[in-house]
């Protein structure tokens, strides 16, 4: 069981939130999460002066699937349809870290004493890497939900957030798991009925335009990014291996070989700049590229209804040429033109806001990454230079020495 | 000329004369003066010979008061500087060496192999440790991997490896003056070392011998009188397996940071293209700074990759390949002991043949038997001295070796040390740069 608690660190842990707890009548984070096995507790906790909430202050424990079905519930509110939904945060994967304890418990034998220790810190560092990574993921998805001047009012985030029994989410059986499979079939159809509509806003058209094309851009860049990641901690993992056999060759009295370990501390800075990159970039490029994708589901849902409005518009036609059920196609007409204007005046409020969001996002984290590379790289500099200072001091003596000096 | 842009310059290695070299006084008169270096063009079929430069140069210490073999070493020192450049392939591996003599010669791969196996063959079996022979291929274990892979060197490397061959040997006193060193320094034509090929007669004679050694070696149990030679006998073992151990680790690096380089160029073009994408003009401006500054961090690692290779790997290559002659330095004294022993055996088989040819009455056979005897003294006491001088040399060449370990690992070391200095010089540059193109997306 590993728990975090109230850290500092998670100001910084917060790479694609940005100020989204401005609002002080209503502010969540996720100070403590617990984690067993598999499954991973978080305590949800909320401040609030709202007096829809019956106390101003509580905390709640949620796992990961009660976080599903918040989405899905949202989701399925029609009420939303013109709203950009905040994405689904992924399931905690502590894939990496298992394997890696994994090959940990097999190679014991055939380590050395130090290694393994240095192994197994390792494999804690990566583990609460992934920790983090999760509590802040969760936590950000709740955030924005809060800083909504609509979502926050909804009733079942009110109830996600206060209930303090168990919310009962069954695991989605077969059938329902199959339906969402349909679903994200229905919905690949649907990138060409967005693209097939014929839009008269130019604004949606640019939009349109935009978000396709910046989608499969974003997809391509986070994948590309998670390679540069690994690759980047595979050559720590290697710097490890190697101070690792120095240790055992240094026993060797050779000073030579001394230094190299020195050398090797680098190796842990390797390994800070890996995990600080993965946090900045490809966490802001993964988050991203799903809220890019809940943004082409407004679009979807918009075309949709604009789909709707053409057919209505065309039935309603149809019922004057034939002279019959008018009131209806009137009534539907109506209600179809409505439901679309609502959806394209809220969906350009939101697709606005959106553009906004991501900006500053990207700013602040491409700014926090840089000053970070700046900082280990000056670190890496100052040891590789004491150490090269170091010997080659020694070398002159001995050479001196060896002089008759 | 093209020079090799990738491998580093070979360094010149320092040479120390131990006063008690028998070969000291003769080495003297090899040093030469030093005037300027003069570059000549192969004239010949292959094309793009590249200069390789064999600069000698006499520098002269004062002689250390100190005589102790074991401590101060004689700084009677001369530099050669041999650095050895990409080779193009003519059908075989061709390098051009010049001397200061003005002569160019070309050797061939096998060349090498040749020039190896006639220095093992006259010189291990006295205890001195001939460098081992470059390889054409390597035999590579990738950290994680279960397969070995057998990886042909580039002809950069092949070079490298060449030249750091040819260092070591001229860097053995004994083996600088050894004729076929010379030779191979300096004579035009050589004859072409036809048995060091593998499937020729030659060579399947010298893997019979190879496996008649190891099980000899298993066979022989020494009764080890000097605990120095117990004592470094462990050391080397120690050591060869640490230092495989590490090479495989290193090789590993090299492998991994060369495929951060790969990513790294990829995620530089994604990061262009999706700059180009964004439709904020700031923030699309940062993302194609940005992914230029990827672009050129991954030249850097393209370069400490090879920083990481040619300085560390191959180092730890060459020393597990030279632990493993070190090895077989003392495997021939063992033989050597072992030989006394059967001389021993001998002569005590025949004083017995002769004590029973005393009682037979033979006189005929028994002067036979005299003189036999006289032959297995006298072979005893080869033996014995041989033992002696072996072992002598043995304890001089190891400590020699360990010198040279130490001096070699703190050069690369030093060398590493500085590239490593000079990557993070770059990459504070770079982000530094790029930090107000981030600020200033508005």
């Given at each position: 069981m590993t728990s975090i608690s109230e850290d500092s660190d998670k100001e910084k842990v917060r790479s694609v939130s940005v100020d989204l707890n401005n609002d002080a009548s209503l502010v969540i984070d996720i100070p403590d999460a617990l984690c067993e096995r598999d499954k991973v507790k978080f305590t949800v906790h909320t401040k609030t002066t709202l007096s829809s909430f019956q106390k101003p202050e509580f905390s709640v424990p949620r796992q990961h699937e009660e976080f599903i079905w918040l989405h899905d519930t949202i989701v399925e509110t029609?009420?939303?349809?013109?709203l950009i939904i905040p994405p689904a945060p992924p399931k905690p994967d502590f894939e990496g870290p298992r394997e890696k304890m994994h090959k940990l418990g097999e190679g014991e034998s055939s380590m050395t004493k130090e290694e393994y220790a240095k192994m197994k810190q390792e494999l804690e560092a990566e583990y609460l890497a992934v920790f983090k990574k999760t509590v802040q993921v969760h936590e950000v998805f709740l955030q924005r939900f809060s800083s909504h001047p609509i979502f926050r009012k909804d009733r079942n985030f009110q109830i996600f957030l206060e209930y303090d029994q168990d919310l009962s989410v069954r695991r989605k059986n077969a059938k329902e798991m199959f339906g969402g499979f349909f679903k994200n079939m229905v919905k690949s159809a649907d990138e060409v009925l967005i693209s097939g509509v014929k839009e008269v806003d130019e604004f949606f058209e640019q939009e349109k335009t935009f978000l396709l094309d910046y989608s499969s851009k974003i997809k391509d860049a986070t994948a590309k990014a998670e390679k540069m990641t690994r690759s980047h901690k595979n050559v720590a993992d290697d710097y490890n291996h190697i101070s690792g056999a120095l240790n055992s060759t240094a026993a060797d009295n050779n000073t030579a070989f001394k230094k190299t370990i020195s050398v090797c501390v680098l190796q842990k800075l390797e390994d800070r700049v890996a995990s600080d990159q993965e946090l900045k970039l490809t966490e802001l490029l993964r988050y991203y590229t799903r809220d890019i994708q809940a943004a082409k589901d407004l679009l979807y849902r918009r075309a949709r209804a604009l789909a709707d409005n053409e057919n209505s518009n065309k039935a309603l036609d149809k019922a004057r040429l034939k002279g019959k059920d008018i009131a209806q196609a009137e009534e539907n007409q109506k209600q179809c033109l409505q439901k679309f204007d609502k959806l394209s005046e809220s969906g350009k409020k939101e697709l606005t806001s959106f553009k906004a969001r991501r900006v500053v996002a990207f700013r602040k984290n491409l700014i926090e990454m840089t000053e970070l590379e700046i900082k280990h790289a000056k670190v890496r500099r100052l040891k590789s230079n004491n150490t090269l200072y170091g010997s080659k001091l020694s070398i002159f003596l001995l050479c001196q020495k060896s002089l008759g000096y | 000329i093209s020079s090799s842009s990738n491998g580093p310059k070979a360094e010149p290695m320092l040479l120390d004369h131990d006063p008690d070299d028998l070969f000291a006084e003769a080495t003297e008169e090899v040093s030469l003066d030093s005037p300027e270096r003069q570059m000549i063009l192969s004239d010949g079929?292959?094309?793009?010979i590249t200069p390789v430069t064999i600069n000698p140069r006499a520098d002269v210490f004062d002689r250390s008061p100190d005589q102790d073999e074991d401590e101060e070493e004689n700084r009677d020192t001369f530099d050669i500087q041999i650095s050895v450049s990409d080779p193009e392939k003519v059908g075989k591996t061709s390098l051009s060496i010049f001397s200061r003599d003005e002569v160019c010669v070309k050797r061939r791969f096998s060349d090498f192999l040749g020039l190896h196996s006639k220095l093992a063959s006259k010189y291990m079996h006295i205890g001195y440790i001939v460098p081992p022979a470059p390889e054409k291929s390597i035999v590579g274990q990738r950290l994680g991997r279960r397969s070995s892979a057998v990886t042909e060197l580039d002809p950069d490397a092949k070079a490298c490896l060449c030249c750091r061959y040819l260092l070591r040997t001229v860097k053995q006193p004994a083996l600088l003056k050894d004729p076929d060193v010379l030779q191979f320094l300096e004579s035009s034509e050589l004859p072409r070392a036809v048995s060091t090929q593998a499937l020729s007669g030659a060579g399947i004679l010298r893997m019979v011998n190879k496996a008649a050694d190891a099980v000899n070696k298993m066979t022989i149990k020494m009764n080890e009188s000097d605990a120095w030679f117990e004592e470094k006998q462990q050391q080397f073992e120690n050591l060869d397996v640490q230092l495989r151990k590490l090479h495989a680790s290193v090789e590993s690096l090299v492998f991994h940071r060369k495929e951060l380089s790969v990513n790294t160029a990829s995620f530089a073009k994604s990061a262009a293209m999706l700059g180009n994408s964004e439709d904020h003009t700031a923030l699309s401006r940062a993302l194609s700074q940005l992914a230029e500054v990827e672009e050129k961090i991954d030249q850097l690692h393209q370069d400490q990759a090879c920083a990481d290779f040619y300085l560390i790997s191959e180092l730890l290559g060459d020393y597990v390949r030279l632990i493993t002659a070190v090895k077989g330095v003392f495997d021939q004294r063992m033989k050597t002991w072992a030989k006394c022993q059967d001389a021993q055996v001998m002569l005590q088989r025949k004083r017995e043949a002769e004590a029973k040819l005393q009682h037979a009455n033979k006189p005929d056979k028994l002067q036979q038997a005299k003189d036999e005897i006289r032959e297995w003294e006298g072979k005893v006491q080869q033996g014995e001295r041989d033992f002696e001088q072996i072992s002598k040399n043995i304890r001089r060449e190891v400590g020699r070796f360990e010198k040279d370990r130490v001096k070699d690992f703190r050069v690369v070391i030093i060398k590493y040390l500085e590239s490593l200095v000079h990557t993070q010089q770059q990459l504070i540059k770079y982000w530094e740069a790029f930090l107000p193109e981030a600020k200033a997306i508005a």
């Open positions: 029609e009420e939303y349809a013109g | 079929p292959s094309p793009a």
